[in-house]
């Protein structure tokens, strides 16, 4: 966990130096040099912006991570840890629908649950022996299953990631709703508010995550324990006064039969989300890594299935059912040990720990996504560091998304529940066949039982993945079903994209660049006979062409054209003025018109446009914008080239 | 409200034709020429908003209106009539904060209120009167109140215009909900989709809306009256079950006094907002506009009056109270007609008004913003039509507002309210104010009553914005408090600007353009050696100066810049490469300081970027834009002129 500043490895060239070589090749570092280096300008939100962010860090202040198990939970379980807070919610809620007396099978649907998380924990800690280099659901299947399978899985890791972002979040701002009752009209703007410190904290690059993150992990879990213990021995508060209205059906909605446990289970499976995690992070483990890290995948599994049956059994012993603004966790907590400045500490601690537990998303996607785009699967954009050395595209793609996704359901955790689970699933179920066929060609000791506890593994998560899909398909796990598939043919499509444009950019055979003929036309539209019109028509003139002023008259202005003209006369810059008439309420119509006209006509076309560039970045808005709207019609319609004049404006 | 497509009346330039006179100055129109015009190109995105938002239009293709007063009502009054789905339940809502025996004051406000309405309406008759060109706040307090005057009324107007949209989006959906209870979970997003609809249908240009506005209109205002006389004579579902859960406090929160009464005769004030907008658009009237216009006026109120006391009446008689997800008004129809197909048929048709009441707004700010941009207290860019001759920016602002405040305050109307009828109020007492200023300096027949009437106005509608301000301070008014002033100063310092750079821009004395000397060198930045490397610095010798190319090795890039000049060196395409050592992870920052390096060294620099430009829009996520990023740096921070060489691609 410590930052590690090494020096750089580059060539050592002595700072501000240039030199040129018999081949004409010159090299210039930047570290110096008489002008002042673009550095934090005028404007205030510019500055506001770079305080919030962070100055850029050099390319080698890269952060090496080394953790303990101890600090393994807080770095890569918050996911896992944290789902208690909606997975008791979402069984109970299935329930609910059935009426009170359904709720009695929360229990035993819980067991279920737990058993299956020992097996997935056992599982993972296979894929940790067998992958120490990392082994998430994309590497495994990429080196066993082949390309379509990796693909398969990276799709479905997006989804999970961004589910995660969406649901820890909406999680969090539940429990603290359910304490702070008067917060429940605000719900969507603290959820986006959660998110925007998030994105922020991580457009800053979160070296020293883990560390912080230690303290509210423990007063989360320790905090948690202690609430189960207390409910267990002796509740403080048995008949605390709930508000929010109860949302168990009055009149039986359901029948209580095979398909509503298998809804239950499937939504109480959004509990074991997040025990991959691990897995995927053994290279961040301090020495003996795999050692470490299996030690923490157990640490895990152990607290994750106390508290899930803690909570389990407490929800039974206390009849607690989901009402309105009230998370069933909060009830439990506010029986236990009463609204008194523990259940405070503790919801706040949880709030905490699963806005951290979103974080952990903002870790793991855009790495994702910056490996999918150097195999040319997603936009070169997405594997360029910014300034402060994060895949920055990545972050704001995942912020964006996710924030989308807590407006459309309002902030409420339940609606995402249906749709969160498959994903994961589908990811475990495709790392443990991998794990199966990585034992077979492997023979390491023992490979047959390793290979069985696997196989068995992807069985049991494969059919629970059915099981989802199936129970939940209607409230919500179709638009999962329609996503990941569409998320692979993005792959393919960008895949082939750049297949084909790197076919048309390579140079082959000739290498020589042709000298252009140069019949050069310079076009340098005006508005109005400024300052700006002059520089802009004396700049022209440099690049040695034929330089043409035009201007565009609308129908509706009237006198203003022939006035133009005369005040043209009267100046005479010595260049012609094509005034260009249209019918249309645009000037870059009959620009661009004019331009394909006189490339068709042969000649080499240069648009220069003069723009005005304020000192402060927001009083761009205060002028027409015309340079970057014409640019743009110009680019996509023509040959021209776009030359754009920036005249300063002391403002 | 017919479109009048008259002929251009421009000066006849036969198509395509261009001319040169004597001093060098030629024109040309647009109709027709050899080389396609860029129409509808390939991107699907680009062909499917231009079928959402339609053809450009000719600019004299303008739509003239002709209202009669029937018209008049859906075009100019829905906000004020809509304005009953919200009233009486923001009565309600605060009453039932104190308590259910507080709620017997709904009726004796709502009276109160329909008093105010009648001074209201007697008072615009007057202002329709005494400004038959349009008397809108902003215009009569410009007239009569001086600039400082009519910057507040703006001010006003624009918070107005923008809650307006949000509060009766808010309601629509609110009605929807409480007719479709599993509808609840969605309502932000059910608010966002309208408003989406509405901006859309704005971008297009609503010509023939007051027409196609007149069925709903008509089926909503005979619905509810139907409603209302049903339920006084015979109510028919007398104890219809009502879902959602009762907002009435039990333990009483509030004492019942004269603050308990201002507060809820301030919410329900507004049901008085858009009682001016007739006013505002008498130019729109067919002959005789005054009279019409009043006649419209006086309908508006009668209607307004006589829902509001009816709907008072009903909701005193069935001792109805504020719930969760089902609106006073919902439970006052489910009452009286019970939920049957008439129940739901007015509610949908009151979802339809309130949305068009939304539309009211999109033609009133983005009108207003163009003139106060044409006065230079807005962005310039606010004077511009777009393709369909709308003035886009403001539909955009608009609906962005909006949108914000519905997120903000998860789409519910209550939330809303408090900061709802300032803004209106305090235009209404700008008004009348200056309408008094307007009898006394005009001494028009019987202009002493007529001036005691509007004084009358003033003092009632600015005593009640007073109440409004302090009753509602803390539930939400003092963000407009903050708001209006705020407006206000930008106004100030936009204004500012323009007069600054105005000067700057003007061309005093010496008219003649310098002749530059011609010290050019051209920069081609280029990340590897392919065929556009290739087009741009063929293109870059054509511009007569020094050329030379620059690559930027990034410090983990290792043997890749090595490799990057042996391959230059086998190229040779004879110009230099330089190569930029940078120890952060950014091509713009050395590139940038190299430029200012040059600049300052005497040069003028061109910096000419080669840029991929894909057949299809959405593929331009696919490249990186380098020549975008490094083209604001150029241009924010150094003279350079800036280039960029499309080449086409075919994807």
Chains 1, 2 share one sequence.
């Not at 912080?212 to 021995?233: D, K, N, Q, S, Y």
């Not at 989901?322 to 500490?345: K, N």
Request: hydrophobic share 50%; glycine share 8%.
């Amino acid at each position: 966990m410590k930052r590690n500043p090494t020096k750089s490895t580059g060539s050592p060239v002595p700072p501000g130096h240039t030199r040129y070589t018999s081949c004409g090749i010159a090299a210039a570092a930047d570290s110096a040099g008489p002008p002042v280096p673009p550095g934090p300008t005028g404007s205030k939100v510019t500055r506001i912006w770079k305080i919030l962010v962070g100055p850029p860090l050099r390319a080698d202040q890269v952060t090496s991570e080394e953790l303990s198990p101890v600090e393994g939970l807080p770095a890569l379980s918050l996911d896992a840890l944290t789902s208690v807070a909606y997975g008791p919610q979402a069984i109970a809620l299935v329930l609910a629908g059935a009426g009170a007396v359904a709720l009695k099978f929360a229990l035993p649907i819980t067991i279920a649950i737990v058993v299956l998380l020992a097996l997935l924990v056992s599982s993972y800690r296979q894929v940790i022996e067998g992958f120490p280099q990392g082994g998430g659901a994309y590497a495994v299947s990429r080196a066993h299953l082949g390309a379509g399978f990796s693909r398969l899985a990276a799709a479905s890791l997006i989804v999970d990631y961004t589910l995660t972002v969406a649901v820890s979040i909406a999680a969090g701002v539940a429990g603290l709703v359910s304490a702070f009752q008067p917060l429940a009209p605000y719900t969507v703007l603290l959820c986006l508010a959660m998110l925007a410190i998030i994105t922020l904290l991580n457009l800053r690059g979160l070296g020293d995550s883990a560390r912080a993150f230690l303290l509210p992990t423990a007063a989360f879990i320790v905090g948690l324990l202690a609430v189960i213990v207390v409910g267990i021995i002796h509740p403080i508060a048995p008949h605390v006064y709930q508000p929010g209205k109860s949302l168990v059906a009055t009149h039986a909605l359901q029948v209580i039969g095979v398909l509503l446990i298998l809804k239950a289970f499937s939504s109480g499976c959004s509990a074991l989300t997040g025990v991959e995690a691990i897995a995927n992070g053994v290279p961040l483990f301090e020495q003996p890594r795999v050692r470490r890290a299996k030690q923490t995948e157990l640490l895990l599994g152990v607290i994750l299935a106390v508290m899930l049956l803690g909570l389990g059994v407490l929800i039974a012993h206390f009849h607690v059912a989901p009402r309105m603004h009230d998370t069933v966790l909060s009830q439990v907590m506010a029986i236990s040990v009463g609204r008194t400045w523990a259940y405070y500490t503790v919801t706040i601690s949880i709030t905490i720990v699963l806005g951290m537990a979103a974080n952990t998303s903002f870790g793991g996607l855009p790495i994702l996504a910056s490996l999918l785009a150097r195999d040319n699967y997603l936009p070169h954009l997405f594997s360029m560091r910014g300034d402060r050395l994060v895949y920055t595209k990545g972050v704001w793609v995942l912020a964006v998304l996710s924030g989308l996704i807590l407006v459309v359901v309002s902030g409420n955790t339940d609606t995402l529940i249906p749709l969160f689970a498959i994903g994961v699933f589908t990811g475990f179920t495709l790392a443990q066949a991998g794990m199966v066929i990585h034992w077979r060609s492997n023979h390491a000791p023992g490979w047959r039982w390793r290979a069985m506890l696997n196989a068995v593994g992807a069985t049991v998560t494969g059919l629970a993945t059915l099981v989802f899909v199936f129970s939940k398909f209607v409230a919500g796990a179709w638009i999962v079903v329609i996503a990941i598939p569409a998320i692979m043919l993005l792959f393919q499509h960008v895949h082939r994209y750049y297949a084909a444009v790197g076919k048309e950019l390579d140079i082959f055979g000739s290498t020589n660049v042709p000298v252009p003929h140069c019949d050069l036309l310079v076009l340098v539209p005006i508005t109005g006979i400024t300052q700006l019109s002059r520089a802009t028509i004396s700049q022209a003139m440099t690049f040695g062409g034929e330089v043409v002023a035009v201007h565009v008259a609308f129908p509706d202005a009237g006198s203003e054209e022939e006035e133009m003209r005369k005040r043209w006369e009267r100046w005479n810059p010595g260049v012609p003025l094509v005034m260009l008439q249209t019918r249309y309420h645009s000037v870059v119509r009959p620009i661009t018109r004019y331009v394909l006209q006189a490339i068709h006509d042969g000649k080499d076309v240069v648009v220069l446009i003069g723009e005005m560039e304020p000192r402060l970045l927001r009083h761009r808005l205060l002028h027409n914008q015309m340079g970057t709207v014409l640019s743009m019609s110009l680019r996509r319609h023509t040959d021209a080239t776009v030359a754009i004049l920036p005249m300063h404006v002391n403002d």
